[in-house]
């Protein structure tokens, strides 16, 4: 049997997957590839967000050390990519409420952790009603936290122009290719591809499949304490005139951190759209973009995997089950929806939406405890290394964090290629690298 044979190949052509590729063909000598289940790159979850560029002042410095430095570098490096590649780029700023008094001490601390983060201070300021009301006459509140340099983006054109890029440097993309099954023995990787009859083989895998990595990890007997559960996204697009109701991003304290759940945003689109979302309705797969399911195969699939995991633990919670209704509600109905946003936006009116804007799908991993994982998941085979659990704000440090990936492969000898002379430009690597150390 005639068999492809590649260096490395990634798996998932999000903006995780396209990075990776960018910096390993701008980095060394070899034959990347990269496989994408879908007709096009970007397809997912790094193409359905909602293309807010974040500042990290609400992620606690020690307990997302990665995450947070990988948000903080990132924000020089994209602005400069967009200009270089006359991409979109909005600041906007985001405004974190608290509709409650005992809120208020979230925004002193997410006050505190910009600071630590690396946000320049005159970025962040504590606003009080009167403030906020001066700023956004149509925003009800206690307080606020003010971002000036949230921003808005297309993540969609930045992995595209991040994958022109990789290819210019010989990074080969296979489009269509959905991954059936995964072999691993001492000397490479076998990786069966639908309607490829010939496998891809390799001497390193990188899994970074979004809603799919705890799935392929799981072909190969790795990271079988960790199942995911999946949760849509919905958004309405508010209607002109209405949409000038508010001229910065909303976002709330959230009342549930434990859970994925989110209050609904007001959000500003790069194109300049405004936008209420998200809710966070529970699916049954990774591309359940309408419904419960695909199908009925993939529900009976996922409720058995469920009842044999430390889910199961979680869906007896009193409390997540009355979350697990409300945002089916918040699905089945504009009004409930809306009525959320009115909290901090009372003028606003079921009416004044008219269309849905782009849902997108969050996979949050658990334990076998049943209990949310916060971090991203790390787990490594002879040749192969896992990326699971790359959840919010992924889309934003995505190409910080695939280098701090690259550097740990470097480290454990998983990388045995020849390293290219070093390229001028925006994209250095050893600087990057070097705040991760």
């Not at 798996?11 to 990269?34: K, M, N, Q």
């Not at 909602?50 to 606690?60: E, Q, S």
């Not at 269509?176 to 895998?205: A, F, G, R, T, W």
């Not at 007997?221 to 960790?226: D, L, P, T």
Request: net charge neutral.
């Amino acid at each position: 049997m005639e068999i492809y044979m590649k260096d490395v190949v990634i798996i998932g052509g999000g903006i995780l997957g396209t990075s990776l590729a960018h910096w390993l063909t701008r980095l060394y000598e070899g034959d990347i590839c990269v496989l994408e289940k879908e007709d096009r790159i970007a397809s997912h979850a790094s193409g359905r967000n909602t293309g807010v560029l974040h500042r990290p002042f609400y992620l606690d410095p020690e307990k997302n050390k990665i995450f947070t430095k990988s948000a903080s570098l990132m924000y020089d490096i994209w602005k400069k990519y967009t200009l270089e590649n006359n991409l979109p780029w909005l600041e906007v700023g985001t405004l974190e409420i608290a509709i409650k008094e005992e809120q208020y001490n979230h925004l002193e601390k997410y006050l505190e952790w910009g600071e630590l983060n690396g946000i320049d201070k005159k970025d962040l300021t504590l606003l009080s009603r009167k403030e906020v009301k001066n700023l956004e006459p149509n925003v009800e509140c206690v307080a606020a936290l003010r971002c000036k340099s949230d921003t808005a983006v297309d993540y969609s054109k930045l992995t595209e122009q991040l994958k022109i890029d990789a290819e210019s440097n010989g990074a080969k993309f296979i489009l269509n290719s959905h991954v059936e099954h995964v072999k691993e023995d001492d000397e490479c990787v076998s990786i069966h591809v639908k309607n490829i009859s010939k496998p891809i083989q390799c001497k390193l895998m990188i899994n970074c499949a979004g809603g799919n990595s705890v799935d392929i990890a799981h072909m190969l007997n790795i990271g079988k304490e960790y199942t995911d559960l999946h949760f849509r996204g919905e958004y309405w697009i508010a209607d002109q005139p209405y949409d000038s109701i508010v001229n910065t991003n909303i976002y709330s304290v959230p009342r549930h951190p434990s859970f994925p759940f989110l209050d609904p945003h007001w959000i500003i689109r790069v194109d300049g759209r405004r936008q209420i979302g998200p809710n966070a309705v529970p699916v049954a797969g990774p591309n359940v973009y309408k419904g419960m399911a695909i199908d009925g195969n993939e529900l009976i699939s996922k409720i058995i995997e469920i009842l044999q995991s430390g889910t199961r633990k979680l869906i007896l919670n009193p409390e997540f089950l009355s979350l697990f209704w409300n945002e089916w509600m918040s699905s089945l109905s504009k009004d409930v929806m809306i009525k959320r946003a009115q909290q901090f936006i009372p003028k606003l009116k079921a009416g004044h939406f008219t269309r849905k804007g782009t849902a997108g799908i969050r996979s949050p991993v658990l334990n076998n405890t049943g209990k949310f994982v916060s971090d991203t998941i790390e787990l490594d085979g002879p040749h192969t290394y896992h990326i699971l659990n790359y959840n919010s704000p992924g889309a934003t440090g995505a190409p910080a964090y695939a280098a701090y990936i690259i550097n740990r492969l470097e480290e454990a000898k998983m990388l045995n290629l020849s390293r290219k002379n070093k390229q001028p430009g925006i994209w250095n690597f050893e600087q990057i690298v070097s705040h991760f150390n």
